[in-house]
């Protein structure tokens, strides 16, 4: 079945005429330009403006919906002979121009036949001509629900679209339209209309797109924080984290590294004494990263960190040695901290 289209929110578009245009000087008297700027108020993406020809764009109007057929309805032959005759009096109408006299007979003719897809798309061609496109378009639903390759529905309808500035919707309605049956003024249409849906469909692309960029962007930042927040949570600041096997010392290793902390690896032995100045180091740089490690209970540093002699101190960023103090000399390994925090 044929998708139907909502009636194009009016307000918001008059709104951006009013409000967040530039009006441009109307170029040999006849034409109506202006630069239009989107909505904007929703995030931080600042939108370029967008040149657009806005001659033919009118308000929609506040009339009530009208009457429509009741599709439940069992149509007889009468109904259908008496809609004929309803039909061929709002075409002499027409050719008199009695508009809203022609919508009073389609409308007869819709209440006998409700499911004739070209009464339906007949009306919708005068609500047209009344300029009222809100009403074309209800009506071009209707046709179009009841017979999805009405070329007079795809045009009405398109061609209301474009009235309301609907122009990307009003497009496709009227190539559809076009294939079904061309004629001149679904042609002389779609030169109107194509180049202000192309330039708003070019720049919707463009800002959905940075949109999206934004949402991944917001999305890798968040998992970063909840990273960070999960890798410091097994971090200690201001204390001195004991090591006790390798997968340890690679686990606080890798969780410094992601939160970009300096980490100060103190190898030490038994026979070093408890060496109090690295906790008065840790209290002191609570941000900066202390693990001591024992080599006799951790073998497996003593080769992979070259260690020759205790107590020695590496100085590791981003999972990288960057320096090494061998003794125990606070002075120098407070201005090691110093040079890489």
């Given at each position: 079945m044929e998708s139907t289209h909502e009636i194009p929110d009016t307000g918001r578009i008059q709104?951006?005429?009013?409000?967040?245009?530039?009006?441009l000087a109307p170029t040999s008297g006849q034409h109506s330009t202006i630069f239009i700027r989107r909505g904007t108020h929703d995030d931080d993406i600042v939108e370029s403006d967008v040149e657009l020809e806005i001659?033919?764009?009118?308000?929609?109007?506040?009339?009530?919906?009208?009457?429509?057929?009741?599709?439940?309805?069992?149509?007889?032959?009468?109904?259908?002979?008496?809609?004929?005759?309803?039909?061929?009096?709002?075409?002499?109408?027409?050719?008199?121009?009695?508009?809203?006299?022609?919508?009073d007979y389609l409308t007869e003719a819709i209440m006998l036949n409700p499911m004739s897809a070209i009464m339906y798309a007949n009306r919708a061609s005068v609500f047209i001509k009344l300029k009222k496109p809100s009403a074309a378009i209800r009506d071009g639903n209707a046709a179009l629900q009841i017979n999805p390759d009405s070329a007079k529905g795809h045009k009405a309808r398109g061609i209301a679209l474009a009235m309301l500035g609907s122009w990307e919707d009003a497009v496709d309605d009227l190539h559809v339209a076009a294939k079904l049956d061309f004629d001149e003024e679904i042609d002389s249409t779609l030169k109107k209309v194509e180049t202000n849906a192309k330039r708003m469909k070019e720049h919707r692309i463009k800002y959905d797109r940075l949109r999206e960029e934004k949402k991944l962007r917001e999305i890798d930042q968040k998992k970063k924080k909840r990273e960070d927040a999960e890798s410091a949570s097994v971090l200690k600041d201001g204390e001195v984290i004991r090591i006790r096997s390798a997968s340890e010392l690679e686990k606080k290793l890798n969780a410094a590294s992601k939160i970009g902390r300096l980490t100060i690896l103190?190898?030490?032995?038994?026979?070093?004494?408890?060496?109090?100045?690295?906790?008065?180091?840790?209290?002191?740089?609570?941000?900066?990263?202390?693990?001591?490690?024992?080599?006799?209970?951790?073998?497996?540093a003593t080769g992979e960190w070259d260690i020759t002699m205790v107590p020695c101190f590496s100085f590791v960023k981003n999972g990288k040695e960057v320096d090494k103090v061998v003794g125990v000399d606070k002075t120098s390994l407070e201005k090691k901290i110093a040079q890489y925090s």
């Open positions: 709104g951006h005429l009013s409000r967040l245009v530039r009006p001659s033919d764009l009118i308000e929609a109007e506040k009339d009530p919906p009208q009457k429509m057929g009741n599709p439940l309805i069992e149509v007889t032959d009468e109904n259908k002979k008496a809609a004929q005759i309803s039909k061929a009096k709002a075409n002499e109408a027409i050719s008199d121009g009695k508009f809203s006299e022609a919508i103190c190898f030490t032995a038994p026979s070093c004494g408890p060496l109090s100045v690295i906790s008065t180091l840790a209290t002191q740089y609570p941000k900066a990263v202390f693990l001591k490690v024992d080599i006799e209970e951790v073998k497996e």
